[in-house]
């Protein structure tokens, strides 16, 4: 018999109990509310089916749904079939105990698999190899990656709020799991970390989409992506140290060669402390001030008079493109010492150890700031013995500044002694006209193609000077200046027995 109908929970428990007798042979509600959507009793089974043309799919029991959950079930199957989609994996999802939204999930995994489609983990490796490592065409020229582009994609590959998601296939992500990650990523590691690790995954996905849509699973993706947006906005920084602060730090590291409860190989704490010697005079960042090659730093046998010049080549540059400073007579006299040194090493700031694979390696820029830590005492080991904080102890009232704050206290004294602001952006790698295109002879680094680079007219070499000599000759003044006090300060610390 089959009633036509609209089903309610009576109905369902009729069904049941007509089952569990076992007496009935065919009896079928047919639901007027929900197309297609029918209660059959055969015998001892009570089922839920939904009929769509000639297609019947089982929903289930009837005790496993109630008469709003079965409506519920046939209305999603009716859409699955409609597009052509096997509905069969999601309701077997749907009956082992998933939600609605985790059985399309199974259902996407399971093509997905079937069709070989890339996980984030994947995309992410891909996008690495593929993209990262093989740099960006820019005006005609590939640019290589920048070490930092290349080491955040790896860190942000081993960070665990990206290892919880790193399985999934791509056609299984969604805003909601973005949005996850990068509230996840905020509140472990804050919210810098967050806006950069969020941005990666969405610039991987958009590479995705435009040059490998079939086998990463995103042929008529919208690109949803693009609408999760960071939470984190970076602030714009302010902080400068003095003159004076400056030049206390390089006393206090100076006279602090060996810090309380280390051991430190007097060679290794030279290099660190001569690579914050040209960080000063320089304001460069990190990574092109310690990867400094023997034969990059040379005497300008041009100019004469103790100049000379430094050449750094487009791919320690963040502009990527090569550049040349000249070092002034002051800053060479300190300099001179380190290049004329006798060694085997390639590097003018050399890593006291060598490379897991047995290679020479130059400082890791990591070594200025942890010695910039060190004389703050923030480090584990300066706490563990009572080290004082040296830095506030003498008075420099910019106590945290970092290697890349240099740059604005170089920008605003220079421009204020000389009123060139040009002579400001030239010196610390501005765009400015001539940048420029490196020639075979510089990608030689020999000392006669450096000095013929640095005087051809993209490089500015004379309007560099007229914010090097003076900005250079104040370094070195505000260290001599603050040496007494620096030397008082660590013999106090001798005297008390804690250095």
């Given at each position: 018999?089959?009633?036509r109908?609209?089903?309610?929970?009576p109905?369902?428990?009729d069904?049941?109990?007509?089952?569990?007798?076992g007496?009935?042979?065919?009896q079928e509600?047919s639901d007027?509310?929900e197309?297609?959507?029918k209660?059959?009793?055969?015998?001892?089974?009570a089922?839920w089916y939904l009929k769509f043309g000639?297609?019947?799919?089982?929903?289930?029991?009837a005790s496993?749904w109630?008469?709003?959950?079965?409506?519920?079930?046939a209305?999603?199957v009716r859409?699955m079939?409609?597009s052509?989609l096997d509905?069969n994996p999601?309701v077997d999802a749907r009956l082992?105990?998933?939600?609605?939204d985790?059985?399309?999930g199974?259902?996407l995994?399971r093509?997905?698999?079937?069709r070989?489609?890339w996980?984030?983990?994947?995309?992410?490796?891909?996008?690495?190899?593929?993209?990262?490592?093989?740099?960006?065409?820019?005006r005609?020229q590939?640019r290589?990656p920048?070490?930092?582009?290349?080491?955040d994609?790896?860190?942000?590959?081993?960070?665990?709020?990206?290892?919880?998601?790193a399985?999934?296939?791509?056609?299984?992500?969604d805003e909601r799991?973005?949005?996850?990650y990068?509230?996840s990523l905020?509140q472990?590691?804050g919210?810098s970390?967050s806006?950069?690790?969020?941005?990666?995954i969405?610039?991987?996905l958009?590479w995705a989409?435009?040059?490998?849509?079939?086998?990463?699973g995103l042929?008529g993706?919208?690109?949803?992506w693009?609408?999760?947006?960071?939470?984190h906005v970076e602030q714009?920084?302010?902080r400068?140290?003095?003159?004076?602060d400056?030049?206390m730090t390089?006393?206090l590291a100076?006279a602090?060669?060996?810090f309380?409860g280390r051991?430190?190989?007097?060679?290794?704490?030279?290099a660190?402390?001569?690579a914050?010697?040209?960080l000063?005079f320089t304001a460069?960042?990190r990574e092109?001030?310690?990867s400094?090659a023997?034969?990059?730093?040379i005497?300008?046998v041009?100019?004469g008079?103790?100049?000379?010049?430094l050449?750094?080549?487009?791919h320690?540059?963040?502009?990527r493109?090569?550049?040349?400073?000249p070092?002034?007579?002051?800053?060479?006299?300190?300099l001179r010492p380190i290049i004329e040194?006798?060694?085997n090493?390639?590097?003018?700031?050399?890593?006291?150890r060598?490379?897991?694979d047995?290679s020479?390696?130059h400082?890791?820029g990591?070594?200025?700031?942890k010695?910039?830590?060190?004389?703050?005492?923030?480090d584990?080991?300066s706490?563990?013995?009572?080290?004082?904080?040296l830095?506030?102890l003498a008075g420099?009232?910019?106590?945290?500044?970092s290697p890349?704050?240099?740059?604005r206290?170089?920008s605003t004294?220079?421009?204020d002694?000389t009123t060139r602001g040009d002579?400001v952006?030239?010196v610390i790698d501005?765009?400015?006209?001539?940048?420029?295109?490196?020639?075979?002879?510089?990608?030689?680094r020999g000392a006669?193609a450096?000095t013929?680079?640095?005087?051809?007219q993209?490089q500015?070499?004379?309007l560099?000077?007229i914010?090097?000599?003076?900005?250079?000759?104040?370094?070195?003044a505000?260290?001599?200046?603050a040496?007494p006090?620096?030397?008082?300060i660590?013999?106090g610390?001798?005297?008390?027995?804690t250095a």
């Open positions: 018999m089959v009633v109908s609209v089903l309610t929970n109905d369902l428990a069904a049941i109990r007509l089952a569990e007798d007496k009935t042979k065919y509600w007027v509310r197309p297609g959507l209660l059959r009793v055969r015998k001892y089974k089922t000639d297609r019947t799919v089982t929903l289930g029991p496993r109630s008469v709003a959950q079965a409506r519920a079930m209305s999603h859409g079939l409609k052509g509905p999601w082992a105990g998933a939600s609605a985790e059985a399309v199974v259902v995994r093509e997905g698999k079937e070989n489609e996980t984030l983990a994947e995309l992410m490796q891909r996008y690495r190899d593929d993209h990262v490592k093989v740099g960006r065409v820019v005609g590939r290589p920048s070490a930092n582009t290349l080491n994609v790896e860190v942000l590959m081993r960070q665990q709020p990206y290892l919880a998601i399985g999934r296939l791509l056609r299984e992500l799991t973005l949005e996850t990068r509230n905020a472990l590691h919210g970390a806006r950069k690790g969020l941005a990666y969405k610039a991987a958009t989409r435009k040059h490998h849509p079939a086998a990463a042929v993706i919208s690109g949803w693009r609408d999760v947006a960071a939470l714009v920084k302010t400068a140290p003095t003159l004076a400056i030049g390089i006393a100076e602090t060669r060996q309380p051991s430190i190989n007097a060679k290794a704490s030279g660190t402390i001569a914050l010697w040209l000063a460069h960042r092109a001030t310690v400094v023997r034969g990059e730093l005497e300008d041009r100019a008079d103790g100049w000379g010049i050449y750094r080549p487009p320690v540059m963040k502009g493109r090569e550049h040349v400073l070092i002034p007579p002051s800053a060479m006299a300190i040194e006798k060694t090493s390639n590097w003018l700031f050399p890593a006291a060598l490379a897991k047995g020479e390696v400082l890791h990591s070594a200025i700031n010695l910039l830590l060190r004389l703050r005492a923030h584990e080991k706490r563990a013995v009572g080290v004082p904080d830095l506030t420099v009232t910019v106590p945290d500044w890349h704050d240099l740059r206290t170089l004294l220079v421009e002694w002579a952006s030239a501005h765009e400015g006209r001539g940048a420029g295109q490196a020639t075979q002879e510089t990608a030689a006669a450096i013929r680079t640095a005087y051809s993209s500015r070499l004379l560099k000077r914010a090097m000599e003076p900005w250079c000759d104040a370094v070195v505000s260290v001599e200046a040496r006090l620096a030397a008082r660590v013999a610390l001798s005297n008390k027995g």
